[in-house]
């Protein structure tokens, strides 16, 4: 049984905090948190070394949680539906991003586990949870949050000025450059006032801001290389967070089965749209963590490495939100082309009138369960009745005035608002808020314009960061660059492609006819599934290269030892090959 280990000598007194093991006091959960740590091994000592972590702490864990709860929600609230929604959207996510950037980048150097951190983590809490409501409030807290970081830097510079004089100038130009960056923000303040138009035209400082604040820490850190972050858990914590980016698509995909599924019932479309996207976000994760550095690149590049995380998260986030909106569009346009049909089947085919053309239609539109969505309910109540005043009115479907139809149009153009108001609910339906006095037809078919256009750039910018990760951290030796070739070029190639696919718009034709089918969601796996099979060929060709090239090598060594030792044959003490009896071969 444990003991505690108490000196009892009357100089050192009976108490003395220095006898007891730190062990035993975790063991039986009484161990005392410092109010306070250095970040330097052994402080009190002329060590300076860094007390550096190579994993992620469980408080680092818990802070990752906040911001993928403020992405989720973001995402969830702020549907993408033309050019203002989708930089409002990047922006967010931008602001999200550097702060957690910035946080981590203080973190993995000079954070160690005291009540003092703890507290400065429950201020970036707050801070964090606040970044959903206005932005007046966000510029405060971004204000607050820059303040924080320069408290902090101003902490780890008091112990390091204990220690050495050397890094004073850069911590301190990082100090100052983040009160400027603060007060900048601070200074935004009155530009998101409704009097001043609620700062139109003038977040886009914030994007300048935080490139000015990365590119001054990120050089400070290159500069001076005991700032840089070798030897750090800055791999783990980027890769963590990659990880969350992509299951912030998991809890997207559970959404669009309910959207696809959720009434109809399970369908083949249904069920091979949802496989594409998690084969997607399968191929994601397999592109980044099969292919994560595992020796020293540099420096200077690593700092480059995590820099290009922003647009590699970007497109992640990109592709998995754009191929979730993919399949609702599709489910939103398969609706509609059978509403269209069977009003083509009851008007055009049979020639319903009045009360039972009414009565087939609103049958079809019960079908489709509008008035459960509370955003589609109104819109489903007004459709309903204006089905209703179809039974007052007779002769539209007669074949007089049927045989007319142009034949760009199935249905008479009667229907034609009727149609507008359905194609709006549908909509509304998938849990898209229309903006009151627009067009539900127009809206849509910005919406949809304004998804392809940024789903394939998405795609596209996702490869090019995969290219350059990859070819920035490609090892030295060369040992394997068969397989760096091609997977560089794949991934260079699927940009290419993507970009291809981008300028695809041009072609209305094209555009109506690939945005109604369901080959668009396919399509993209099937690309990554090209990617994936182009790295499983690469890295066999590689590995069956060096096995060649050892064996190779062996037989050379083999081959050499054996003329040497057969030059010098017979001579005794020879280091070459002699040859000696068998046993009982002697007579």
Same mark, same amino acid.
């Not at 549907?79 to 946080?103: E, K, M, P």
């Not at 405060?140 to 303040?147: A, D, K, T, V």
């Not at 780890?156 to 923000?185: C, D, E, N, Q």
């Given at each position: ?10 100089? *050192? ?13 975790? =063991? ?9 740590? /250095? ?36 995402? /969830? ?8 929604? %989708?930089?409002?959207? @990047?922006?967010?996510?931008? @602001? ?38 206005? $932005? ?11 303040? %924080?970081?320069? @408290? ?42 409704? !009097? ?14 935080? *490139?000015? =604040? ?8 290159? &500069? ?52 594409? &996207? ?66 083509? =089947? ?28 509370? =955003? ?21 479907? !007669? ?32 849990? @898209? ?70 300028? *695809? ?47 190779? *090598?062996?037989? !050379?060594?083999?081959?050499?030892? $054996? ?25």
């Amino acid at each position: 049984m444990f003991e505690f280990t108490i000196s009892h000598d009357s100089e *050192a007194g009976s108490t003395s905090e220095s006898a007891l093991n730190p062990k035993e006091l975790e =063991e039986h959960k009484i161990a005392l948190l410092p109010w306070i740590q /250095s970040p330097f091994k052994h402080s009190d000592t002329d060590d300076l070394n860094l007390e550096l972590r190579h994993e992620s702490n469980n408080l680092e864990l818990f802070f990752d949680l906040f911001f993928i709860a403020n992405l989720s929600t973001f995402t /969830s609230t702020h549907s993408i539906i033309d050019t203002n929604t %989708l930089v409002a959207y @990047i922006g967010l996510f931008a @602001i999200l991003w550097f702060t957690w950037f910035q946080i981590t980048l203080h973190d993995v150097r000079f954070s160690i586990d005291s009540v003092y951190e703890r507290v400065c983590k429950t201020i970036q809490f707050i801070i964090f949870v606040g970044f959903a409501l206005s $932005f007046r409030i966000l510029c405060w807290l971004l204000f607050m949050s820059r303040l %924080l970081f320069a @408290i902090q830097y101003g902490v780890a510079l008091y112990f390091i000025r204990r220690k050495t004089k050397a890094l004073t100038w850069p911590i301190s130009l990082t100090i100052t450059a983040l009160v400027l960056m603060g007060g900048a923000f601070y200074s935004m303040t009155p530009a998101f006032s409704p !009097s001043s138009g609620n700062g139109l035209g003038i977040y886009y400082v914030w994007y300048i801001i935080l *490139a000015i =604040e990365f590119g001054i820490v990120i050089g400070l850190s290159s &500069i001076w290389r005991q700032l840089s972050f070798r030897s750090t858990h800055l791999m783990e914590r980027m890769g963590l967070l990659t990880l969350i980016v992509i299951g912030e698509g998991a809890i997207g995909v559970t959404k669009t089965v309910g959207k696809l599924m959720g009434k109809s019932g399970v369908t083949f479309e249904g069920c091979t749209l949802v496989i594409c &996207i998690i084969l997607i976000m399968m191929f994601l994760w397999m592109f980044y963590f099969d292919n994560r550095p595992q020796h020293h690149y540099g420096t200077v590049r690593q700092q480059f490495w995590a820099g290009l995380h922003f647009p590699l998260h970007i497109g992640v986030v990109g592709v998995l939100e754009g191929s979730q909106q993919i399949a609702i569009g599709r489910y939103i346009f398969k609706s509609f082309v059978k509403i269209e049909n069977d009003i083509h =089947e009851f008007c055009v085919k049979q020639h319903l009138d009045g009360t039972a053309l009414a009565n087939a239609l609103t049958q079809v539109m019960k079908e489709l369960k509008l008035e459960d969505k509370l =955003e589609s309910r109104d819109q489903a109540a007004l459709i309903m009745q204006e089905l209703y005043n179809l039974t007052n009115v007779t002769g539209i479907c !007669s074949e007089a005035n049927t045989s007319n139809i142009p034949a760009f149009s199935s249905i008479p153009t009667t229907f034609d608002d009727i149609m507008i108001d359905i194609f709006g609910a549908l909509f509304q339906n998938t849990g @898209i808020n229309l903006p009151s006095g627009v067009d539900p037809s127009e809206l849509g078919r910005s919406t949809f314009l304004t998804v392809y256009i940024y789903y394939w750039a998405s795609i596209c910018l996702t490869m090019a960061s995969f290219a350059a990760l990859f070819w920035l951290t490609k090892h030295e030796e060369q040992r394997a660059a068969l397989f760096e070739k091609i997977a560089l070029y794949g991934r260079i190639i699927a940009a290419v492609i993507a970009a291809i696919f981008v300028t *695809a718009v041009a072609s209305r034709i094209f555009l109506f006819y690939f945005i109604r089918s369901p080959a668009i969601l396919p399509t993209v796996a099937s690309i990554f599934v090209i990617i994936v099979v182009c790295d499983r060929v690469g890295r066999q060709l590689s590995v069956r290269k060096l096995k060649m090239g050892a064996a190779s *090598a062996q037989q !050379s060594i083999k081959l050499s030892l $054996f003329r040497h030792g057969s030059g010098q044959s017979g001579q005794p003490g020879s280091a070459g090959y002699i040859r000696t009896p068998s046993i009982g071969s002697c007579n």
